[in-house]
């Protein structure tokens, strides 16, 4: 979805990447169309997995240089790319989060077409799914696909244990329900944790907000394009269930990307953390940030309150606004081939959107991140919680609906300074404000 995504702390397993990107050379020739000195700007952002892979670019293809910028959140990035959108100051390679991308369509002619540089030989490597979010109304392919976002539940086994409750992934997942897991069970086992130990069972509201309202068919906007929102009852009601949960003492009030420079991941400040794919990352470099390690229980289980979940997954796209469009297109193909995209996974927990790399070793076997996650089947677990995730349609003021109209809400729900009911209304409000 749209919540600021992913710091920019999550450590990257260099010799990781390098050792795959070595073999990752697929996708693309080696070498652009002459032997004149180019300079591509791309810009990322957050834990995309993809900082390690230029060098090994720039090898391969000797009249290239790569200037890279990562910005540190999605909501920056999305505020940079809106500011240089207008000002025509856009990358040569631009990264678009799937929260953005009802923004993107609406100028979707200011992005290249990528069928003129071979999108339609390569789209059979991603999933459907990936490539007709990445398709406009006029059947332009716009962008290449690097991560989805299926979600699991990263949990501190050794909270858990110090509280009763079971640590080992198995029957963590089965004390959440399992295949039949829900929102009232997670919160149910959220109180019997609150009860044992006095302390907070989740960082904040908001990122369960966030996954809850991607389970839905249809999100903050219909299928038709037309709000959904005011007069939900479903996403009401959930709402009113975070407040329930807050009285009862389960947020830790965390500010939303601001865990104290990691240090909450390391105090039992809270237990449990929703994760996609990518959020692996951040939940391992903000722990290591604090002088945490893989002794400090982290744990990831093949469980998800409520189903499944897809939050986030971006694309690599070209603005028209390129002097190079050629070779950036050849670049972003690349990094989105099958052995980049298991060099990202590796890097950063970034679950592929490439139908080969899902199932290569690289991905399904034991890496840096996986040693962290007291071994955990990372990439089995996040192929399996992929199964039933469909996109759902993000209309243009998705991620403005999300920080904007929710965020502030979210913010005086955790702080307690206003119940459900007044918090909820003051959202409606927000949101008649914004957009009408």
Not at 2 to 25: E, M, N, Q
Not at 228 to 238: A, M, Q, R
């Amino acid at each position: 979805m749209k919540l600021s995504r992913r710091t920019a702390t999550a450590a990257l397993s260099g010799t990781a990447v390098l050792a795959l990107a070595l073999t990752g050379c697929s996708g693309g020739d080696n070498g652009s169309s002459g032997d004149e000195e180019i300079t591509l700007t791309v810009t990322t952002f957050g834990t995309m997995g993809l900082d390690g892979l230029y060098e090994q670019y720039e090898a391969d293809h000797p009249n290239i240089t790569i200037e890279a910028t990562n910005i540190d959140t999605g909501g920056n990035a999305l505020t940079d790319w809106k500011t240089k959108q207008a000002s025509g100051g856009l990358p040569d390679v631009q990264a678009v989060e799937e929260g953005w991308l009802g923004s993107v369509m609406e100028v979707s002619d200011t992005f290249t077409d990528l069928r003129d540089y071979g999108a339609d030989d390569i789209k059979d490597r991603w999933v459907d799914w990936k490539v007709e979010q990445a398709t406009d109304p006029d059947g332009r392919i716009i962008g290449y696909g690097t991560d989805i976002g299926p979600e699991g539940l990263c949990y501190n086994g050794k909270l858990f244990e110090a509280a009763g409750l079971p640590s080992d992934r198995d029957s963590v997942a089965e004390l959440f329900g399992g295949d039949s897991a829900t929102w009232d069970k997670f919160f149910e086992v959220g109180k019997e944790y609150q009860a044992a130990t006095g302390k907070a069972f989740y960082d904040q509201s908001g990122f369960l907000w966030n996954a809850f309202v991607n389970q839905q068919d249809e999100g903050y906007y219909k299928k038709d394009g037309s709000l959904n929102v005011e007069g939900n009852d479903t996403l009401k009601s959930f709402w009113l269930q975070l407040a329930d949960a807050q009285q009862a003492g389960l947020s830790a009030n965390q500010a939303q990307w601001d865990w104290g420079k990691g240090q909450a991941f390391i105090d039992g400040t809270f237990a449990t953390f929703v994760c996609p794919g990518w959020m692996l990352g951040v939940v391992k470099g903000n722990t290591e940030a604090a002088g945490g390690d893989a002794s400090s229980g982290w744990d990831f289980a093949d469980v998800f309150p409520g189903g499944a979940a897809n939050w986030g997954g971006s694309f690599l796209t070209v603005p028209t606004t390129s002097e190079h469009p050629k070779e950036a297109a050849e670049l972003a193909a690349w990094l989105t081939d099958t052995q980049q995209q298991v060099a990202s996974f590796q890097a950063a927990g970034t679950f592929p959107s490439v139908i080969a790399a899902q199932t290569d070793p690289g991905v399904t076997g034991e890496s840096d991140l996986t040693a962290f996650f007291n071994d955990a089947p990372i990439g089995e677990i996040l192929g399996s919680r992929a199964e039933g995730v469909v996109a759902q349609f993000k209309g243009p003021d998705d991620a403005l609906i999300q920080e904007q109209v929710f965020g502030p809400s979210r913010t005086a729900l955790d702080a307690g300074e206003a119940d459900g009911e007044t918090t909820w209304n003051q959202a409606i409000e927000t949101l008649k404000q914004l957009i009408g």
